[in-house]
């Protein structure tokens, strides 16, 4: 059976992989701009992550883990911009596939996720300090 330990620390797992999701969801924000320096080449490409759960032998429970990075492989998207040093023979020029709705979205969720497992180690603490109190 978990005790209130176990939980701070599946809580503290979680709270650890959405930090890792908000590093990965700042980088795209602030490369979405970033195109090739050479005709046709590729601009930045978004990064994705995603998770998985992972028994802790040692300790008995499952925490959630970062499964692996990735890029998101759908299409650049092309801006006419003949003057451009990355423009292609046509005049257009990649731009990453960067959605910076996507992105804000998916940094609120992120957000809302860690907060939340904050909330679970605090309310933790207090059930401990409870029955510390009632010990005494």
């Known amino acids: 059976m978990p ?26 924000l602030a490369n979405a701009d970033s195109v090739a320096l050479t005709p046709g080449g590729d601009p930045y490409r978004r990064k994705t992550i995603t998770f998985k759960n992972v028994l802790d032998r040692e300790m008995g429970v499952s925490k959630v883990d970062v499964a692996r990075y990735g890029v998101d492989n759908t299409p650049f998207r092309l801006k006419y911009d003949p003057g451009h040093p990355a423009a292609n ?48």
């Open 89 to 136: 023979a046509e005049g257009y020029v990649k731009m990453p596939n960067v959605s910076s709705i996507i992105e804000i979205v998916d940094m609120r969720e992120a957000q809302r996720a860690y907060e939340a497992n904050l909330n679970v180690i605090e309310v933790s603490k207090a059930m401990v300090s409870s029955t510390l109190q009632l010990i005494r």
């Open 3 to 28: 005790d209130i330990r176990d939980s701070m620390i599946i809580a503290g797992s979680g709270m650890k992989v959405q930090s890792d999701r908000l590093r990965i969801i700042a980088q795209n």
